[in-house]
């Protein structure tokens, strides 16, 4: 069975730091494509940031580009999202997904339960 428990969130104020954590069993997230996406009040599902198989390639929405950073741990089976000079805007639910995600993806083969994330000072 997939299951995806995502961790870290909390309260951070303008311009910290966090980094949110996503432990995976049932598959191995290195030999997967993995996403982090989120849900900020009031709006739809947004793609935040996603890494290929074996950390091969990243990609990021333009607004945390520079500021967030995927990664995946094999040892663990974890991935996870550094999450720098923290904005009002960032604030949401933020869930890891199992799949290669895109600007306007909102559906993926797996999803956590999510994890919230409030900017603010």
């Known amino acids: 069975e997939v299951k995806l428990v995502e961790s870290g969130g909390t309260l951070v104020q303008p311009g910290g730091s966090l980094t949110l954590s996503c432990a995976a069993s049932?598959?191995?997230?290195?030999?997967?494509?993995m996403s982090w996406v989120r849900q900020a009040p009031g709006k739809g599902l947004e793609w935040v940031a996603s890494?290929?198989?074996?950390?091969?390639?990243?990609k990021y929405t333009n607004s945390v580009r520079g500021r967030f950073t995927i990664a995946t741990d094999r040892a663990r089976n974890t991935m996870s999202l550094q999450m720098n000079n923290l904005k009002t805007e960032d604030t949401a639910v933020y869930y890891c997904?199992?799949?290669?995600?895109?600007?306007?993806?909102?559906?993926?083969?797996?999803r956590g339960q999510g994890t919230q994330v409030t900017v603010s000072a």
């Open positions: 997904a199992k799949g290669w995600g895109d600007y306007g993806v909102t559906e993926y083969e797996h």
């Open positions: 890494i290929y198989v074996d950390s091969s390639a990243y």
């Open positions: 049932g598959f191995i997230v290195s030999n997967s494509a």
